[in-house]
């Protein structure tokens, strides 16, 4: 048989099982990426995302033991999960026992059920067949305050002109703080469609939350809460499902995009345990375009290496998480930065910590909530970014993370530390 003749027998065969019932209902579809850039094996096993060395697509066991009976080398993508039913917190040993195509995110110590930042009896009515206006239970919660370093703070300003890329769960575009945040909306956890455009609905929250600490403007009414940065520019590019799942491709692709489009800042609120080759070379894309990567440094501490991957990547923003106190939270992860350069950020060390328990943002029900995790922390560090992007610099993200530095207050213990980095990044005293 030619050449030509086996090509088109082989594709038809997949074809023709891949429709099978019985075919596709032998195990749940999973994500895999398969090392090839042949057109042939992309049209027959239908890619979803495409990367300089290969592609990945949903298959089923059937698919994949095809696929290996014809030499094709494919590995399992990443998955994340936010929020996870039964949170767990594990030293470095144990955690990694758990399966490697497994991500135990930033998320895992947040509170699962979301307290509510209005109390139950002044929670809004319907008034005419209207909801009324929510309000938070604090226009500028604690975490603005410590940003801004002033405990009065009645507003905030900045971040004009930036663009912000939100790496979430999506956001509610409706509602009143952030409506005339957001730039770009774009949906990457679809099943059939690797990108759809103007969607971004957040199903579960969490993405919501984060762009509010970013940006939010309090309003046209001026009665809601405000973020770090309420000017600037969300890109709202949804990688996580309602139910917490995010696949690491899809994550690459939208950093990819989101640089494409001129973010100036990507902010992670999620992470691994173990790297993933396609966002550390997406991490890698954006920084040469002049992308400054901000990430959650996880919630498996307080042992020392439990830093989450992006964030654990050197040339990524590392941020933990601080109380009230200023002091580094039991759960943050912790870096090696006593193991490493003092001041110099090398891989696996925390940069800054940040306001992370009890935060007050917006909520995809039109309201607020409280929240905690380091997936809090790191959209601070992002807006502080926003404010004081340098944009007359010849690198204005590596100036603008520079500048950070130079903001930095240092806390206990003294030094470059494993819980915190630098410090805590905010305002000098006006």
Not at 326 to 333: A, C, H, L, R
Not at 354 to 369: D, K, L, R
Request: charged share 20%; with cysteine; aromatic share 8%.
């Amino acid at each position: 048989m030619s050449t030509g003749k086996k090509l088109v027998f082989i594709l038809v065969l997949t074809a023709f099982l891949g429709f099978l019932p019985w075919a596709n209902a032998s195990a749940e579809e999973g994500r895999y990426f398969v090392k090839s850039t042949k057109a042939f094996w992309k049209n027959a096993l239908s890619v979803r995302n495409s990367f300089d060395n290969g592609f990945t697509a949903d298959l089923s066991d059937f698919q994949v033991r095809f696929a290996k009976i014809w030499g094709l080398d494919i590995e399992p993508v990443k998955v994340l999960q936010i929020l996870p039913a039964s949170p767990a917190r594990l030293d470095p040993a144990e955690r990694a026992s758990e399966p490697e195509n497994k991500l135990s995110v930033g998320e895992s110590k947040e509170e699962l059920t979301p307290t509510p930042a209005v109390p139950a009896q002044n929670k809004p009515s319907a008034k005419g067949g209207k909801t009324a206006r929510q309000m938070p239970s604090d226009q500028t919660p604690w975490g603005v305050e410590t940003i801004y370093n002033d405990p009065i703070i009645a507003k905030t300003s900045g971040g004009d002109n930036v663009k912000v890329a939100v790496l979430d769960t999506g956001v509610l575009v409706s509602h009143p703080d952030l409506k005339n945040r957001i730039a770009q909306c774009k949906d990457f956890t679809a099943a059939r469609f690797p990108v759809i455009d103007g969607k971004c609905e957040d199903k579960n929250g969490h993405g919501t939350h984060v762009a509010g600490i970013i940006a939010a403007d309090a309003g046209s009414d001026s009665k809601g809460i405000y973020g770090v940065a309420p000017a600037a520019k969300l890109l709202i590019y949804k990688v996580c499902g309602a139910n917490g799942l995010c696949y690491a491709d899809d994550i690459a692709v939208a950093l990819r995009l989101a640089a494409d489009q001129g973010a100036n800042i990507a902010n992670m609120s999620f992470g691994s345990d173990s790297e993933s080759g396609l966002i550390r070379d997406a991490i890698n894309y954006a920084d040469a375009k002049g992308v400054l990567p901000v990430a959650a440094a996880g919630n498996d501490g307080p042992f020392a290496a439990s830093i989450d991957y992006p964030g654990a990547q050197a040339e990524t923003v590392a941020v933990g998480a601080l109380n009230q106190n200023k002091d580094v939270t039991e759960w943050s992860s912790r870096g090696i930065n006593t193991a490493t350069t003092p001041y110099i950020v090398e891989e696996k060390d925390i940069e800054f910590a940040a306001p992370g328990e009890n935060i007050e943002s917006t909520w995809n029900n039109g309201g607020y909530v409280i929240l905690s995790g380091t997936s809090m922390a790191s959209p601070f560090v992002a807006g502080l970014a926003a404010k004081y992007w340098q944009t007359a610099a010849e690198n204005p993200a590596r100036a603008t993370r520079s500048f950070l530095h130079d903001l930095t207050l240092d806390l206990l213990p003294i030094g470059d530390d494993n819980g915190s980095g630098f410090g805590l990044p905010r305002m000098l005293a006006q």
